[in-house]
């Protein structure tokens, strides 16, 4: 059900990717399975080169995939490829764009423990509400994805590289949304 020029995307095969283009494929045209286009399977597998063709050939920077919503910078970000959301911040990708669950890539990179991604999109003006930042951080580590050492330092990063720095809001930081989760999941058993 993926166009041979999404397949092509996720392979890596740049000579492919011209061959089909240049012979009139649809840049835009995803898959009928779940919508993926051709620049979301190069931005999932890191395909760089494959990326920028497409993208020169006009390929949609915000194309969301059908089933999640995630857009190629949230899922380069949750596969930490850093050289491809380089890529896709310089061609104008939206660094607030949310997937179906409200997640902006800023919040995906940091439940994947993906901290140069983290910097990059902060970088880039990403805003971090800390509450839901909290909620991320504690989330991954519930599920294995980052250590406690990525914890503290994708908690610095986003406390304006200051462990107990404040963002915007009330002042508390992530790490303290974090700590209130776990009370609250110790006070529900």
Known sequence: SK????????????????????????????????GSSPLWNAAMCGFVRCAHILLQAGARVDAKKR?????????????????????????????????????????????????????AFLAAGATCDNEMAGYVLAGAREQGFSTEDQQLRAASIVCGRKIGGMLRGRGETAMYY???RSH??????
């Open 67 to 119: 089933d999640s919503g995630n857009t190629p910078l949230a899922i380069a970000a949750q596969n930490g490829h850093l050289t491809m959301v380089s890529l896709l911040l310089a061609a104008g990708a939206d660094v607030e764009a949310t997937n179906n669950s409200q997640l902006a890539p800023l919040y995906i990179a940091l439940g994947m423990g993906r901290l140069d991604c983290v910097a």
């Open 184 to 189: 609250e999941r110790v006070g529900e058993r």
């Open 178 to 180: 974090d700590k209130m």
């Open 3 to 34: 166009t041979a020029l999404c397949h092509a995307a996720q392979e890596g095969r740049a000579h492919v990717v011209e061959w089909l283009i240049a012979r009139g494929a649809d840049v835009n045209k995803g898959s009928l399975e779940d």
